[in-house]
């Protein structure tokens, strides 16, 4: 009968050990916008720079026992402006435009998706083709899975809104801390 090297032992322990004090991942929900769009938010934080003239409503709501979502509804101050896509590269395309984005960045185990309301059509700016929702508001929504016991999560915001004719400045990284329900 064969029995594993002694030295073998320890290493297992201390691999249980570490397996046993971090939360695994637990595969990412399959839903759909409406499905997120249907569920129950709590209370909404709102983040607003003048610069950028885009209030951003940011709450949560849970999937279920692992997973939430957290929702920000990105609504440019003034009529005819868009938002960029949230699939657009983080400087934009040769330096033009930034995504609108939430990352989560405290009190998580994973990321999952992040998923719009709406599909980004091509629009041509200082000669540039970038892709952009539709003029007025934009809702992002970001699958997460919170670190057990977290009551509330930390986003980061980046957002540029943008006419035919003038952009604002873009926001990039600004924090809100929204509670989980």
Known sequence: MNFPCPAFFPFAAFALFLTSCSEAPVPEPEVSVDQ???????????????RADVRVNVSAARIDEH???????????????????????????????????????????????????QEPHDFTQYGVTLPVYHEGPVTLYRLVQPKSGTSSLTAALTYMSCSKELCNLPIEGETVTVSLP
């Open 67 to 117: 997973w939430a979502v957290i929702r920000g509804v990105f609504t440019p101050g003034e009529a005819g402006y868009h938002l960029y896509s949230k699939d657009l590269p983080p400087e934009g395309i040769e330096n033009t435009g930034r995504p609108t984005r939430i990352e989560v960045a405290e009190g998580i185990v994973q990321t999952g998706a992040l998923l719009a309301n």
């Open 36 to 50: 997120l769009s249907g569920l129950t938010y709590g209370a909404a934080a709102e983040q607003y720079d003048e």
